[in-house]
């Protein structure tokens, strides 16, 4: 026996490496496991294992399909892998190396898709599966609570991968108040792009822009082109000031963001009016001239920069022939399409029985994604959730260090801020099965999506509430009936259910 093995129930993690993204999903088993398993869990490298551990323990096997290990059970037919992006293939099973163990696989397609398998291990059959043992099968035996990894483990496979590739949270910069947490509970829901819209770009943003790519989120910097609470009044459209405009746009990108190592930029214009027109400019007309003609000038000096324009259906909804003109190398996110999850007001006014005409905005929506054509760069923000107290909005101030607040901040803000998600999770709840609906349509004719969900103040760095995690599973999984991502959801050890 080797020295390595004394408790002859000993389960072991081993990972195809230790270092960049896959860490991440090592360290998340870890932490999920060891609360469950009272012994001491080791971690091994595949390049460093002695083979006796494979024999006399337990094992969590995470890695990549084209991991030696991984390989070879595939090609014995062990495991069925996943060949589509950022999916995974995971298995619990009795062990190949000793049928009196057992095994548990993860194998990803790429290092995204073994660290969302990690996710879904810990958060589904951690947070359910595993106590499904004994007689009925599908049934939870609470006897098992304080034994899960002491007693053999049911049996679970899956092989899973996003409907939407591109998944994220807008939000304010200044209402980040621990970064690091943050995207943590993004990893945790399987995320994996981030808008942080500034008045100006934080002293940090290098530091910000590392720990996301650290958890495979693409970090995307938001500033106004144009936008603001006032523009209405305060756009000037004339020719000379619209080229005004242009320049000052791409001195604040040269000047703030262009070393930030960031994915990308996110702009608003001048779009989020009840109104086509500013004075007597057509605002879909005028907005796709300023566009054009920014974009051209950061693209011929920056040709690799990915560009989102975040762009108000309100003002424009009636002229989309104009929106079709947009640089084709410019994504447009649209906002507020029509009724929840693209607005949600109902839930400001207390009418949560009534979304909105579903059908209208379904049938808007598909409009829209092909407007300029099937391959058309197109993402859009789903809202309902926490927004803004724009009754005590003030703009930031330059020099701001982003997501660094103490922790007894976080803590009694995030009592505030359960006061509005208690309603928001009710909407949630009750109009889940819209969400899917609408998720549906934006896919109908699509093969990629970018979705962004509107968290603004929503203290994603100390809880998951219920609504960002239903919205999250419905980006991965719109398949399945609302009541069946609201169910799953709702037993992840990660999510918050808010004064229930």
Known sequence: MSRYITNPNRWVIVTESYSGLLRKGVEMLFETVSDLYRDFLSVYTMNDLDAKILEGCNVILVGKNTAAPIQKLIQDGVITPCHKAQGYSALVTDSVWNPEKQMVVIAGNDDHGAVYGCV????????????????????????????????????????????????????W????????????????????????????????????????????????????????????????????????????????????????????????????????????????????????????????????????????????????????????????VWENCGCFPFEGEFGDVGDDGNPGDLDATRAFVEKITVLRGKDDKFGAVLKGMLNLDWSTFIHQQPNLILGQRSKRFIQQRTQIQDRIWRFRQTNWVRHVEYVRLMVQSLLKDKDYMNIQGLVEDGMLENQIALPVAIYAETLWDCQKAGNDTLQQVMKYPCVTLVNI
């Open 120 to 171: 879904d291990f810990c958060n589904q059959y951690c947070g359910y599966e595993i106590y499904k043992c004994g007689k009925y099968v599908d049934s939870i035996n609470e006897q098992y609570f304080n034994t899960a990894f002491h007693e053999k483990l049911p049996k679970w496979s899956k092989i899973s991968a996003p409907a939407v590739q591109e998944r994220g949270i807008w939000t």
């Open 173 to 332: 910069g200044h209402t980040i108040y621990d970064y690091r947490g943050f995207m943590d509970n993004m990893l945790r829901l399987k995320l994996n792009e981030l808008v942080i819209w500034n008045d100006y770009a934080p002293i940090n943003a290098e530091d910000v822009v590392s720990y996301a790519h650290s958890l495979g989120i693409k970090l995307i910097w938001g500033f106004a082109w144009g936008w603001g609470v006032d523009c209405n009044t305060s756009a000037q459209l004339d020719d000379a000031s619209l080229k005004k405009l242009r320049d000052d746009i791409v001195a604040k990108y040269e000047r703030e963001y262009a070393k930030s190592n960031c994915d990308g930029i996110y702009f608003q214009s001048f779009t989020e009016l009840h109104t086509a027109y500013i004075g007597e400019k057509l605002i879909a007309e005028t907005v796709v001239d300023l566009v054009n003609d920014t974009a051209g000038v950061l693209l011929e000096k920056y040709p690799d920069l990915h560009i989102q324009f975040g762009l108000h259906a309100w003002s424009v909804k009636e002229h989309t022939e104009y929106i079709a003109k947009v640089d084709p190398r410019v994504y447009i």
